[in-house]
């Protein structure tokens, strides 16, 4: 199954060659990465989605705390998250179809952000299965080019990990017992 | 004369050691000295040179090797004898590259160790410069961690994490990679100042409480329990709890290879070696326990056999300081992540002593005719064995302070099974890396560590050959390191399994040697060749009492073989085993 690690990280040189180093060296496979800044400039954040089972995951957890530049590990996988990939997707619109295209695009929520003679940019925000949904309905269209960001993943609710606690943070066990958080809130 | 010293003063003034405004490579020593180190090994080159330079200003005692590898061998054989950081020192591109095997060697068998490389200039990195090579992105995958310095302002903390990083936790080599201009910039020194600011870090952890009571019943309620014992034992310092839990609980102890010394040989719950060769009533025992405890051991395919049928009937308690090593190769029952040491301490008052002498009493039966198997049992057929000779080694240095560093192959599994150690440090060898030419320059480290001790090295004609420069080393430091070459012609490891496994078409493992006695008076050391076992003692005696290197080329039966073997792949218990001579007669006739 496809796993959700938020990796939070010192934001130093080489930092991501290490990470990704780790996944190849152990043979585990990525599915996708992103990595960007956090609230606090010497901290990094990642999300990293990997095909493994339970035993595998808890490995990979592991290894990753082994890493010294690694602050804070969180398998987010079975917690109420906020999961994001946003896509720019050009599909062929000649002016027949452009009318379909945009009430799609709509249907999706989805931004159209460059128009031409003979296509439509669109980019569009969301889980990947919502992105996908709408990469099917337009493929009959012609889609020249796609490119997707990989998922970025935020726990919801107030005690959320921050860059802070990261930085505080003493171990693996404290970093579990901060993801057994009944303060979560839902929101749509 | 004076023209050449005023130029020295020029390049690398002379420290006065706090808050003052010092080079780089000033501050490299510097901080060196305070993190302990009195020796490092070395080879000098261009990117490293001003570090060199620097070198007359420090008390660090500087040891020239023949060959980086060397270098990294020797600060390993030195960590691993005296539990301190050892200290290895090369240049840039190809000093910093011969240094991979030594360095993959001391991670695989988490030894301590701090390598230093030079660097081309910051501004040259990434131009292919003379002499440029990315060590940083070369050792990711084999240091524990790693650093690239490029300003004299980052040496003093970056050597100070690294010693931390190496020696805490789960131990392990780390690089440090400095900029040949990050030697020559200078900036303030402060000590205190430059403390380790690793944030992620976490060496220090504990189980929880549930996991102890866990831990305490199944051992409480096991009938046929085993305690595996690593070098984790070693590491930790916990020789003293680990005797006291299997004394106070009544289990028997299995060793791993590098746990030899952990528990002592001669202790009547010590069952000895387990394994590829190790024992074939270890392994049986293995297989029959219905507990296994795992202190400060890995699970390596080497012990196992093939996991799928690995002690079936077995819960497993695991106590380990790394987390990841957890449910890797073989799933655990019960894990104790933490420093064996503390654990057992946190165990020990809760121990109760059950009377288990049912299940030391199955030990004998499993002995079975093991004895009779046994190659110092069988009748002298003239031929000189090396088991002979390491057994008759042990007889002569057991009641010494003696170091035994071994190579890789047969000999060291003979080693392994007929020295019999009785105290931690006193073997050291390559064991999950299996690093051939290990031996010699490890054997130089050891006796830097400990000069009082009685060092021997056990080296193959084939692993001998691969890091022999390093003869000269030891005689440009008068070290009194006695060597012992089993020497049977063959690569005699890869030669049993060709004899097994490849129907004896033995590609590429026969020998052409030189002569290693003259060998050894080339570099002025002391040598005798022994073919016969009557001249193994005596031979011994006059190395012992040689003032200075010894070398002796003990020429053995070609082709002996490692009994028992657990092949690749099989169970445990299923062991190719020397053939009972009892057997053999009837066959005969």
Redesign the interface.
């Known amino acids: 199954m496809l796993n959700t690690f938020m990796v939070y990280v010192e934001n130093k040189p080489g930092v991501l060659t290490r990470v990704a180093s780790l996944f190849r060296r152990r043979a585990f496979n990525i599915d996708s990465l992103t990595v960007g800044r956090t609230e606090k400039p010497e901290v990094s954040r990642m999300t990293i989605t990997v095909d493994a089972d339970r035993d595998q995951a808890r490995r990979i957890e592991a290894n990753l705390y082994k890493l010294v530049n690694v602050l804070l590990v969180e398998n987010i996988t079975n917690q109420p998250a906020i999961v994001r990939d946003l896509a720019m997707i050009r599909v062929a619109a000649t002016h027949d179809a452009r009318s379909h295209v945009l009430e799609l695009a709509a249907v999706f929520r989805a931004r159209v952000v460059d128009v031409s003679s003979e296509s439509l940019t669109i980019e569009i925000t969301g889980a990947e299965d919502k992105i996908d949904g709408l990469l099917d309905v337009l493929r009959p269209y012609g889609v020249l080019e796609m490119v997707r960001t990989g998922i970025v993943a935020m726990r919801r609710g107030s005690k959320s990990g921050d860059a802070a606690s990261a930085t505080e943070s003493t171990g693996p066990d404290s970093a579990n017992s901060s993801a057994a958080n009944d303060d979560v809130s839902y929101s749509v | 004369m004076t023209d050449q010293k005023t130029v020295d003063q020029k390049t690398t003034p002379a420290i006065d050691k706090n808050k003052t405004i010092m080079t780089g490579a000033g501050i490299l020593w510097e901080c060196l000295e305070r993190e302990g180190v009195k020796d490092v090994f070395g080879y000098p080159g261009g990117a490293i040179l001003p570090a060199y330079d620097a070198l007359k200003h420090s008390k660090i005692h500087h040891i020239l090797v023949r060959h980086e590898q060397g270098a990294t061998h020797m600060a390993d054989g030195y960590a691993r004898a005296s539990g301190e950081v050892g200290v290895a020192v090369a240049t840039s591109g190809p000093g910093a590259t011969n240094m991979v095997t030594g360095i993959a060697t001391a991670m695989l068998d988490s030894s301590p160790i701090v390598c230093i490389t030079g660097q081309v200039g910051s501004k040259l990195i990434g131009s292919d410069a003379f002499q440029e090579t990315d060590i940083?992105?070369v050792t990711?995958?084999i240091t524990?961690?790693n650093y690239?310095v490029t300003h004299a302002s980052e040496v003093a903390r970056t050597v100070r994490e690294a010693f931390y990083?190496a020696r805490s936790g789960r131990p392990g080599p780390v690089l440090i990679d400095i900029t040949k201009d990050a030697q020559q910039s200078t900036c303030q020194f402060d000590w205190e100042a430059a403390k380790p600011q690793?944030?992620?870090?976490?060496p220090d952890?504990s189980p929880?409480p549930e996991e102890y009571a866990q831990a305490l019943e199944l051992i409480h309620n096991s009938k046929r329990p085993v305690i595996l014992a690593g070098h984790g034992i070693i590491i930790s310092g916990a020789m003293r709890e680990v005797r006291d839990f299997a004394e106070r609980t009544g289990i028997p102890v299995a060793l791993t290879l590098l746990g030899l010394g952990a528990f002592p040989a001669s202790h009547p719950l010590n069952l000895g070696m387990m394994g590829m060769h190790g024992e074939a009533w270890v392994n049986h025992m293995i297989q029959e326990a219905d507990l296994l405890l795992a202190f400060g051991m890995r699970f390596d395919d080497r012990v196992t056999g093939n996991l799928k049928n690995y002690a079936p009937n077995a819960k497993k308690i695991h106590i380990e300081i790394?987390?990841?090593e957890?449910?890797?190769n073989v799933?655990v029952d019960v894990p104790l992540v933490g420093d064996l040491r503390e654990v057992l301490l946190e165990l020990l008052p809760h121990v109760e002593s059950i009377d288990r002498s049912e299940w030391l009493d199955t030990i004998d039966k499993l002995k079975g005719d093991s004895a009779v198997r046994d190659i110092q049992n069988l009748p002298d057929s003239g031929h000189l064995y090396a088991a002979h000779v390491i057994n008759d080694l042990w007889r002569q240095t057991r009641d010494g302070n003696t170091i035994v560093v071994t190579d890789v192959g047969q000999h060291q599994m003979w080693e392994a099974q007929y020295y019999k150690h009785e105290h931690p440090r006193s073997l050291i060898t390559s064991g999950g890396l299996g690093t051939m030419g290990f031996a010699l320059p490890a054997a130089i480290g050891a006796k830097v560590a400990c000069p009082e001790a009685e060092v021997w090295v056990i080296v193959g004609d084939g692993g001998f050959q691969m890091t022999m420069c390093e003869l000269a080393t030891i005689v440009q430091e008068n070290l009194k390191i006695n060597i012992a070459i089993i020497n049977n012609g063959f690569l005699g490891m890869v030669r049993q399994w060709q004899e097994f496994f490849y129907d004896r078409n033995y590609a590429a493992t026969p020998l052409l040697n030189p002569d290693f006695a003259r060998l050894a008076d080339a570099y002025g050391i002391k040598s005798a060749t022994v073919s016969e076992r009557s001249q193994v003692v005596p031979t011994v005696e006059s190395a012992r009492r040689h003032n200075g290197p010894v070398l002796i080329n003990f020429k053995v039966e070609q082709e002996d073989t490692v009994y028992p073997m657990v092949a690749a792949g099989a169970a445990l218990n299923d062991m190719i085993r020397r053939p009972s001579p009892i057997v053999e007669t009837a066959d005969d006739e």
């Open positions: 940083t992105g990711l995958p524990k961690h690239l990083v690793l944030p992620g870090y976490r952890l929880a790394d987390p990841a957890i449910n890797k799933k």
